[in-house]
């Protein structure tokens, strides 16, 4: 294999950039997304993929091997060699090699491979033995179908003679039914089966499930194979029997695994190259199937649904782009964040009851894209709040929803969202009409406003708190595993106390920002009920040096220097900074402590050490793996609150610094094992426990992370804020950073704007178009108007801590 | 390959026999299966493995790669490289060479091969490239262990010098947590989890779960590897990249899928062998594990455990041996039939809640090997009865046992079991105290008579028949998925009606055979109640040549020439010749319809033509794959029924042709892919539809077809049937089969028989201990007595149809 660089950051056609591996084995988790509205498929770059799509409900289209579980996505996943995938055998028929495309099965080392993700397509190109392979493959806009195109040239000046066998993973469908065999008039293979069932009244309900498989090509086979066990044939997936012989067979699945092979016998003149288009996917019935093939079949119509994709994709451009002179920064901000961000918002992590605080979460990072989701978003949140105040457990997306797997467990948290995340939509919109919409409940027709929502969302927080005035935690908070602390409904949580605090304090900030007409009888209760919980937290919960993360149904304070496991915990402190619960002198502390008990090259983690066995008045979280999600990984949506209140306590060296540890980058590839295409839901922590594994990505690129790493860049790096008046400038630039400019899309005016540290002055100066501005605030920018915007900040001092 | 037969029968040190294939490739799928009450074991000749065990609900120690659904046991089960198994590489350290055993996942050829059955254990005899090697393995008698022997022989005259690596599959066991390290006190790989769970009620359900698998060695390893991933490496599992070190090296899992593999490294002089102790199962932690190491580890212990084993499936011996001249005949019926219905019966197919219709059919069987349990099985499953007469949908065998799957589901035919299955157990034992036991229902502490339980049964039955007296069908009858022919309570099953009668047909019979005391009116009623079942069976059902399945919610007759899928049943008419609805003309047109559409050389098929797709008002079973299960295989539950209800009628010679076909043997094994050590719950039929893949076994040994296939050999082959007065002699030879003797066991007496046929007489002769006679009765037989019976009996003719 010729010496690549392992990474790089290319430019694609549509102008963004495309992040390139060079190897399939390096990082051989590495792997990219694609989504719509319908479907999701990751991609790894060495051929295996995930896929699922909505009806409405998750399903499959391409199975595993045997009868998998349904479940939630799972982080590290894990990949087996018969994993679904999808596979290029490549046979040349002169000298008899056999490779596979782009990697899996056969790992033929390839002479040239680089994986290559795009913002809306994800390309493979390669190089063995005198051909020249490109595969790529993209979504549609709204229909259920992956679009490859698989093209070969020859690069040598003698003929070659191929037979090239696309192998599409179908996998055991169903033990009531599966079977796959050619269609002729539709070109295409296409697997059957019935989804497993018992009870009559699934019958009616499953009625309308798309339960075929079908795999399309542009180009008639030479033949054909259906049948995966045969394929295989004692050769095995690496060395499948039915390649040995001229032809494939032509033989079908009769209750048998079915799969996708076709082969295509092709000569290749010097330099000629050959396309094929094959599309796969799910349908109902053979109709779909011919509909699917009229619209994206064909070489204008491959144009136009890429066209198309690419449109969809690029919706989710986000307000700001910056320039801070570190490629890989950069592109991760200007680009994949906000391309994160909006699968979260725009698909909700194709889940169709997500947990209310990730969908309030999710959406609040949509105000940055398309602030006119956000807001029927959070109409559509409140309108399944009961009217005793308490939010749901889950947000119901359509009419047969239901709330599954977590979303069946009561958790104590789901109040405080949504008034800690509008502040972000007003910032962007100042659309104060969203606070008088009437809106009813889940369980009465009678409507209130908006703003009534959230009084009774709040007023329910505070009567939900013992006799100290402290958040009873019931079976979970925001760390949905910490279950067993108050189920027997007397713990108390240290992060909902002061959550409860930080969403009363925001709501109040709103009100003195916003002119939204509350009452100043609620204003002055929920001041005093804030500082109330703070002193309460204060007086039970302060242990040393840090804040405890609880007290459990029998009286025990956890989360202190006692014990030997579980000591600190990251949560407590980030909010006690943004609730005011912290006084300056406890901040130093707090941060000492963490520093030195929680930072690890990747980030900060959750709580340390990770629990190493049950603790039965903690709960869950002490089963889960050390190191591992909530059990004191680097969870990187607990990582950004700290980053967030650090930025609010004026710790901007820091922020920044534990904000770049979080982001994925070519440089801290090697360590994480992904790609920076997404902020992964958690790095491996335990990093003093089990050294040898941290750092590692769980390659699950849904997390709550995205709209707050979002939020920091725009709000407080950049400092480019949104308030009533306009925007608000007020840059938090670490003194690493001496330098950024970009662009702020801001109520529809275009902001250029360059800042500049200086040590010329101890007084931040702005200009707007060359005009000083006093008090910092842009106002009156126009909507569709570019503005120049320069900022002058003093130096940062190297540590603001001691 | 040295050739040999690829199969043959050979005695076994037990003196039983032991059924040997010598390919790993023709018969890929083939399967020996053992257990005890805790676990039972499928192990494929490859080195697969299906294992599970009872905590009390089903349990897995050995995982899929992924996380796999949990499910009843499916037939036609799938197997794929990362399958569970139990295999051995083994490096020849002088050549490099690496091989693994038994075959998979390398898949050499191998000098010679052996896969070998035997009652209690399953042994591979492997020679390769001058290495003897065998491997075994068995349970114990009641503890959550599989017991590994492996031998290895230098067969030449050189040193030789091996590594050897046993490689279990532990699998993917938690998305909560999951590890694996090698334990040096125990000098074992010890894998821990946590069972997944969400909700806090399940965690202190959970505590108490077996969440750790061992793998235990009476060698201390050279070296050791837990982690299947990078064990596996680039290599892929036929070339594992941790082999090509000379050392293992030492890796553990943490939140990685576990595997167990030791390394070994040996040398071997000329003709040494070298032998190795493995033990592999659940524990909850060190300390079961300790203990089973104390129990089971060592040369002593071995012995000890395997004679204990032996011993517990040599309890599956039953009342029957024979001699036929056909090897294989009688080796199925002496010993692998009777295994496989102890199975049945002793631990009913390890689950916690049978469905009521199996575990009485089940249970019947048991009453030919112990019938003191088929007597506790009675009277606890009409302890489940409701007052109102209805028997449940299963049968719950603990205390926190649940109705799952299929018994969520309401049948309609669970009360016509009992009345049935209960004349065997008369039959056998005469013991008519069972009918006034006093006992209990499922929803009331009134104690009645089983004699009472029984009639309220019938009466339930009675009235659950429409205004022509046929029976309701509700969303199923014995065929569990025709669930939509009388889901809107007004479909009526024509195979109900019929069983319902031949269930009061028998009960009276057994009143007039047995001193039973019941109610006279109550026997007049049921014989006029059969009566009338009769007859409306014949009036609205009879439709040509056969009886019609059944009449739809809507009043559609199916199961008629008039439809184009679905146009025969089989149990319909098996059922009529039972009940006595069918009189010798109607019977000899069933047969030949019977004979022309749904005969195959793997026996007769339920349906004909298989379905091919969904008919809204008979439901599920249309939409099974053609020729699969219930629609149209050779089901052998419902061809062992007819074949019961041609003896009945007479067609002795037709009756042995298909209980011939129906068996497994060395002869049909490569058409069935399976070893004859059971019968199969199917064969695939659809045999005009798909005649390719007919004939095949589902490889599932979990069948009610046992107990009445025993039966049929036992009642009727050999006509040696119990009766009040003592055994009634009744051969009913086909003329195939001139000669017949065997050993009898009968209510404790031995009677060794000769059964001729001749064309001497044309009335039956029976002669005990040389004194002929009179009534064909044998009276008096003494427990512990031992008798010489000889029976002559007229030459049958060819063909009793015509």
Partial sequence: M??????????????????KLTSPTKLPNATGFLWNRAMVMQVNCRGYVNSQFMQPEPAKYSYAPNMEAKSFIQPEHSYFSHHPGRFFYLKDEDSGEIISLPYEPMRVQLDKFSFELGNSDITWSIEHRGLK??????????????????????????????????????????????????????????????????KVADYFTNKQLKDKTFFLSDTPPTAWHANQKDFEGEGGLHQPSALQAELLENVEARYETPVAVMQFQQSLMPSEQKNYQFLFGPAKDELE?????????????????????????????????????????????????????????????LSTDPQTRNYIQDNMGMAFINPERTRQAYILAVSQQTINGAMPEGVLLHA??????????????????LPICLSVYLNETADVSLLSEMIAFADSAQKQSFTRHIELALDYLINATD???????????????????????????TWLSLATAYALTTWCDIY?????????????EYRFAAKAINNAVNEYLWHGQWFARGITDDGRVFGTDKESEGKIFINPQSWAMLSGAANDHQKIEMITAITKQLITPQGVMMLAPSYTSMVEDIGRITQKHPGVSENGSVYNHAAIFYIFALYQAGQNNLAFELLSKMLPSLENAEVTGQLPIYVPNYYRGAYHQFPKKAGRSSHLFNTGTTSWLYRCLVEELCGLKGCARGLHVAPKMPATLPYLSGQRLFRGAMVNFDIEQTSDITVMEVLLDKQVIA?????????????????????TSEDNVK
């Fill in 2 to 19: 010729s010496k690549l660089p392992l990474f790089s950051i290319d430019t694609a056609v549509d102008g963004l950039s495309k992040i």
């Fill in 133 to 198: 392979i490109t595969i790529k493959v993209n979504l549609t806009e709204d229909d259920l179908v992956e679009c490859w195109f698989f093209s070969v040239t020859n690069l040598t000046d003698t003929v070659k003679n191929i037979s090239l066998y696309p192998y599409f993973s179908i996998g055991y469908m169903s033990w009531m039914n599966q079977s796959a065999c050619y269609n002729e008039a539709l070109n295409a293979i296409v697997a059957d089966s019935v989804t497993p069932y018992q």
């Fill in 289 to 349: 199937i011919a509909e699917i093939k009229e619209k994206y079949l064909g070489h204008q119509q491959r144009n136009k649904a890429e066209q198309s994709y690419r449109d969809y994709i690029a919706q989710g451009k986000a307000c700001l782009t910056i320039n801070s002179g570190n490629v890989s920064f950069d592109d991760f901000f200007n680009h994949w964040l906000p391309r994160q961000m909006f699968y979260h918002g725009d698909v909700n992590r």
């Fill in 400 to 417: 047969q929803a239901e709330l599954k797997y977590i979303n069946q467990v009561p958790h104590a948290d789901h109040g405080v969202w």
């Fill in 467 to 493: 006799h100290r005035g402290l958040s009873f935690i019931e079976q979970g908070d925001w760390c949905d595993p910490m279950n067993m602390v108050g189920y027997k409904g007397k713990g108390v949580s």
């Fill in 512 to 524: 003195e920002e916003y002119d939204i007409g509350i009452n100043r009888q609620k204003y002055d």
């Fill in 775 to 795: 008090g910092n605030v842009l106002t009156d920018l126009k909507t569709g108007q570019h503005y120049q915007l320069q900022v002058r900040v003093p130096m």
